[in-house]
């Protein structure tokens, strides 16, 4: 969360300012946290994977197409495949 903003947000606010001010003061800073909320907390957890030559210059290969890591690629892989399998289970899908 970018406190900062917030803070910077209600510091402006003084008694000489208008209660209209102030109450688009307090919008603004609630919308900042709403927004915080609203973003997917991700947790990493390190794993190992045992890839052959081939399965690794493959996957080399495309991260390199994609101008990505080879990690940010495997992060992906792996996320596209939990958010499949999730919506597979909330829909009754055996895979």
Do not use: W
Not at 34 to 39: A, F, M, P, V
Not at 52 to 59: A, G, I, N, Q, V
């Amino acid at each position: 969360m970018d406190v900062n903003k917030i803070i910077k947000t209600i510091s402006c606010m003084s008694t000489a300012n208008s209660l209209q001010t102030i109450e688009f003061q307090l919008n603004h800073a609630i919308q900042l946290c709403n927004d915080y909320l609203k973003k997917p907390q991700i947790s990493y957890e390190n794993i190992e994977l045992e890839l052959s030559s081939e399965e690794f210059l493959r996957l080399a290969k495309r991260a390199h197409e994609e101008d990505i890591t080879f990690n940010q690629l495997v992060n992906k892989i792996l996320l596209e495949h939990i958010e499949k399998e999730t919506e597979n289970d909330k829909n009754g899908i055996n895979s």
